[in-house]
């Protein structure tokens, strides 16, 4: 069972940049470094909203409305995702969520229905 743990949220405001880190437990690097991994958002009352994940190649793949503020990246020697947010307006408010299979890569790890394995969630707040 592999663990996600994230951090790095908080408050802040529009315009500035902020960088969420995920670190994965339970898990080797070895067979981490097979999984894709990315990230998700959620505000109260809807869905999780795929924001970008990343394949085993370092290949990333951003949702059509999450291109160029955010950008993803991994360390696999420290088991760890990365999502840099530049530019971040009160839109971004959200709990943001790490993501990770096994299996899922590209579009297809996109699909919230078809990750298996979640973090808790960081939040971040953003003030006009």
């Known amino acids: 069972w592999v663990r996600l743990v994230e951090s790095g949220g908080g408050s802040v405001q529009s315009g500035e940049s902020l960088k969420l880190s995920c670190v994965a437990h339970?898990?080797?690097?070895?067979?981490?470094?097979?999984?894709?991994m990315g990230w998700y958002r959620q505000t109260s009352g809807k869905g999780r909203e795929p924001i970008a994940g990343?394949?085993?190649?370092?290949?990333?793949t951003y949702a059509v409305s999450m291109k160029g503020r955010f950008t993803i990246s991994r360390d696999n020697a420290k088991k760890t995702v990365y999502l840099e947010m530049n530019n971040v307006k009160p839109d971004d408010t959200a709990m943001y969520y790490c993501?990770?299979?096994?299996?899922?890569?590209?579009?297809?790890?996109?699909?919230?229905?078809?990750?298996?394995?979640w973090g808790q969630g960081t939040q971040v707040s953003v003030s006009a």
């Open positions: 993501a990770a299979d096994p299996e899922m890569a590209g579009y297809s790890f996109l699909d919230p229905q078809r990750v298996n394995y």
């Open positions: 990343i394949n085993s190649n370092g290949v990333a």
């Open positions: 339970e898990v080797s690097s070895d067979a981490l470094s097979a999984y894709s």
